[in-house]
């Protein structure tokens, strides 16, 4: 097959490193991989299975690789590209270019041995930073706003620099956790407070992802056991937790992921609390952060032995409170494999 790249984690799939000015070309059993010379060293060490071509003009350069091998077709996933950059290839030869959507996530949502292994470690080298996180906050966060709450987030969570973030934290106290996606303000963590915790880090550029929602008093941990002292809280974080455990202990390889994205869904509704859970049971998790399957209730892709995604229900009650909790997993052997 004849296709052509420019996504890093795409790039970095196919020959085991990239930077942010490369585009990878594979033409039948030749492949190559265009940058500029900022990259000449570092590209030719750790390339692999590719012939590391040098110059600027990496369009231009794919354009005199394509007439020397005078392939017909070439795949592209046009999520990748600009219009501008596609044009400056397609307009200059006579190959027809094969649109594919998510073509690299196609090609990554089986996850061999040794990826189930580097992401089963950045799972839990994140659990180890959530374990230090909550002393962190437990110790120095009260009286704190979020946006320095998620400062020390990102300070622990990379411990000092050793590791790059998932994405950025997400850091919420009470109503702000109400927002799924939600960034800091100025409200100060409290004892007492409901405070939810969003964060992964990466090791060997794969990602981890996890979500606690906690009672926040001195010596909390952000372990999936909490009480809280209002009930309407206390239910709503009941029943995300059974819904967390549900899917846990019932997903399997062979269903669909709606049926997945169910069996969460379902107890969520209810409970009576369907209206808030607004968004999918989960998504894959790998050299991005969101990727291929994507647990929704709408989505008819098989869940198989070897992919990875995240389990995490929520429920977000507007201008009063939102909870989630999250863990990644693997499908192992026809069965849930917490990571």
């Known amino acids: 097959m004849n296709y052509m790249l420019l996504n890093e984690n795409a790039i970095y799939y196919e020959c085991g490193y990239s930077c942010d000015n490369a ?12 940058t500029d010379g900022r990259y ?14 040098i110059n600027g003009d990496l369009y231009g350069e794919a354009v005199k690789l394509l007439k020397k091998a005078k392939v017909k077709k070439v795949v592209f996933d046009p999520k990748e590209w600009s219009v501008a950059g596609f044009e400056k290839i397609s307009s200059q030869t006579k190959v027809t270019f094969k649109a594919k959507p998510d073509f690299s996530h196609k090609k990554r949502i089986i996850k061999s041995d040794a990826e189930l292994k580097i992401i089963a470690k950045a799972a839990k080298l994140g659990a180890k930073a959530f374990k230090t996180l909550a002393k962190e906050f437990s110790r120095n966060g009260f009286g704190e706003d979020e946006f320095t709450l998620t400062h020390r987030a990102r300070t622990v969570l990379g411990d000092f620099g050793k590791f790059d973030l998932s994405f950025e934290p997400i850091v919420a106290v009470n109503a702000n956790a109400a927002k799924p996606h939600a960034t800091p303000t100025k409200t100060k963590l409290k004892k007492g407070d409901l405070l939810l915790v969003d964060a992964g880090l990466k090791y060997k550029r794969y990602c981890s992802d996890r979500t606690r929602t906690v ?18 809280i206390q239910k709503a974080y009941d029943t995300v937790l059974k819904a967390h455990d549900n899917a846990i202990a019932k997903a399997r390889s062979g269903m669909k992921a709606k049926k997945v994205d169910a ?52 429920i977000y009650i507007p201008n009063e409170f939102g909870i989630r909790i999250e863990d990644m997993v693997a499908m192992v052997d026809g069965k849930v494999k917490v990571l």
């Not at 585009?23 to 265009?34: D, K, N, P």
């Not at 009672?215 to 309407?232: D, L, P, V, Y």
């Not at 894959?284 to 198989?304: F, N």
């Open 23 to 34: 585009l990878y070309l594979r033409l039948g059993s030749e492949a190559y991989f265009i």
């Open 40 to 53: 000449t060293i570092d590209a030719k060490q750790h390339v692999k299975g590719a012939k590391v071509v």
């Open 215 to 232: 009672f926040a008093q001195e010596g909390f941990k952000f372990k999936t056991r909490q009480h809280f002292s209002q009930k309407k």
């Open 263 to 314: 069996l969460t869904r379902d107890i969520i509704e209810k409970a009576g609390f369907g209206e808030y859970y607004v968004h999918s049971t989960g998504h894959g998790v790998g050299l991005d952060i969101h990727e291929m399957p994507y647990i929704s209730k709408k989505s008819d892709t098989i869940i198989e032995d070897g992919m990875v995604y995240t389990i995490e229900p929520g």
